[in-house]
């Protein structure tokens, strides 16, 4: 089924990485009125705090705290209480914490729900779309392929109840196949024709990306790094309402 503009948009989560609230206010206002998520990440909240990510909400915006929680489970559990007071849509844990970590990230939300704030959906990270086969391997000290290492941890968190992944485009359907289509994915990696791979390693189309099935992807640079960000997210929305 073809997507409309509004679902075309509410796929992609705009990568706000920027040191400072100011910098990030620019492309902000460069994108008005697009329905997209906005995603921000360590840098920017470390340094604007949980003050900007009300302004996101108070806009209008889907947010994507992408802070990826890795701790022992009861500090989790205290840290996804207080993001989901800030009434954002989604965070993640990492799911290398194990099954108590992430139940415990469940908890905490629950906690929070029970006082009056919505429930953001939660998520896992897999395998970071820079992680190679020999860095899997040599480094982190893996064995087997990383769409394995992906497909065990995906399949981790949802027994523990979460609500799906960030892996790499190019896991998406394995990940749907083993934990089912309502089992979502958030997937980094996203690189339109003729942009910079940086430093990504397992990448894909928008349009590939969407045929393999993913929920929402993540594009930062391509879009932020533009002379005109507001042209390069319309183009990407166009060609995921062009595909069949």
Known sequence: MKLTREQAAGKVMVALDYPEAAAAEKLLEDLKGIPCYM???????????????????????????DV???????????????????GIDMFNVHAAGGSAMMEAALEGVDAAISG???????????????????????????????EEAVIRYAALAKK????????????VAAIKSACG????????????????????????????????????????RPITASPNPRAALESIIEELISVE
């Open 39 to 65: 995603k921000v990440g360590m840098q920017l909240f470390y340094a604007a705090g949980s003050s900007f990510v009300a302004s996101l909400k108070e806009r209008g915006y889907y947010v994507f705290l």
């Open 116 to 146: 009056g704030s919505k429930k953001p959906a939660v998520i896992a990270v897999t395998q970071l779309t820079s992680t190679s086969q020999a860095v899997l391997n040599d480094q982190i000290g893996i064995a087997g392929t990383v």
């Open 160 to 171: 523990a109840g979460l609500d799906g992944v960030v892996a790499s485009p190019s896991e």
């Open 181 to 220: 289509q309502a089992f979502q994915t958030v997937t980094p990696g996203i690189r339109p024709l003729g942009a910079e791979l940086n430093d990504q390693s397992r990448i894909m189309t928008p349009s590939d990306a969407v045929r393999q099935g993913t929920d929402f992807m993540v594009i930062g």
């Open 68 to 86: 990826k929680m890795h701790d022992i489970p009861n500090t989790v559990k205290g840290g996804a209480n207080s993001v989901t007071k800030l």
